[in-house]
């Protein structure tokens, strides 16, 4: 049966209802005059320094992405295309001398699936759906055991020229918990004509969507401040404390941004921040707790490459 949504998912709802921007906007200038396709390609890392654990020990994790991203203007009112996007995730622990159990798990695979539709009803109006598959699982794991899948629906309604706002709702499946249902939020402001308030997928090669306040002067450069709520959950191999049980990693994390555009097609990304209020949590194969760690904040930095064709 489906869950009341918890503090928890309305954390999340406030994060991934923001992703939708995506599939809500304006086609960009490029696309507008042009072809009526949109093909990008993202590729990136993130390096998450040592974090102390609350259980003692501490780890760090090595975060790699590719993610291609294919839209078509299909008419005037609908614009639809789909999104692929390999993840990895390695992880490191130094547990504490006197602990005799192994790491609770090394490296993540993840792979992800979604389907962008937005059909413009009016020069108000706009709906969305985005129907996604995401699996997610150990080395050793099959990621068919880590399937999750969801659906990502609402409206959002252009009060002006420079802000648009509206509402949705979440549908979603988790590894071992059942199912999650949330609202969600659409938010796409343009303060003034360098500021704004934008909302998507999440900056860059971290995982989850998120909102960022982004600054534009005149040039090449962009320079933002982003925070998102992010959960990772994973089916693990059949080894370990838990052989075919669940892990999950979750934090806050907060970066500075910096992008570079040379031209139209390729953008340099470059991120630095914090994770914060950090939890790691270790699960029987049917999604009972068997432990739950924090870890204290931890920095993090990276780099991504993206080309739009």
């Known amino acids: 049966m489906p869950q009341s949504p918890s503090p ?3 954390a999340l709802a406030c994060c991934i209802g923001l992703a939708t921007t995506a599939a809500t906007a304006q086609p960009s200038a490029s696309t507008a005059g042009g072809s009526p396709w949109r093909i990008s390609l993202d590729a990136g890392a ?47 622990f130094d547990l504490a001398a006197d602990r005799t159990a192994a790491a609770p798990w090394g490296t993540i695979r993840t792979l992800g699936l979604s389907l962008p539709l937005r059909y413009r009803a009016s020069d108000r109006w706009s709906v969305f759906a985005i129907p996604r598959l995401r699996y997610a699982a ?6 068919g055991d880590g399937r999750e899948a969801g659906l990502l629906a609402g409206a959002a309604y252009r009060l002006s020229d420079r802000l648009s706002i509206g509402p949705g709702l979440g ?7 059942g199912t999650d249902v949330f609202p969600i939020l ?24 998120g909102v960022t306040l982004r600054w534009t002067p005149p040039g090449s450069w962009s320079f933002g401040l982003a925070a998102r709520y992010e959960k990772r959950r994973f089916r693990l191999d059949d080894t370990g404390e838990a052989p075919d049980g669940i892990g999950q990693d ?13 031209n139209e097609r390729v953008k340099i990304s470059l991120l630095a921040g914090a994770e914060f209020a950090g939890n790691l949590r270790l699960e029987t194969a049917q999604g009972r707790k068997i432990s739950s760690t ?13 080309v739009t064709f």
């Open 8 to 10: 928890k998912s309305l």
């Open 46 to 92: 993130v390096h998450r320094f040592d974090a102390a654990l609350s259980s003692d020990g501490d780890f760090e994790r090595d975060t790699y992405l590719l993610r291609f991203s294919a839209t078509r203007q299909w008419s005037p009112a609908l614009r639809a295309g789909l999104s692929l996007s390999y993840e990895q995730d390695d992880y490191s």
């Open 138 to 143: 150990e080395e050793d794991a099959s990621l």
């Open 171 to 177: 549908v979603f499946s988790e590894i071992g918990s």
């Open 186 to 209: 659409l938010v796409d402001w343009k303060i003034s004509d360098t500021l704004s308030l934008e909302t998507g997928r999440g900056l860059a090669a971290s995982r989850g969507p």
């Open 250 to 262: 979750k934090a806050v994390p907060i970066a500075l941004t910096a992008a570079y555009t040379p």
């Open 294 to 306: 924090d870890y204290d904040p931890a920095a993090f930095a990276g780099a991504v490459v993206s």
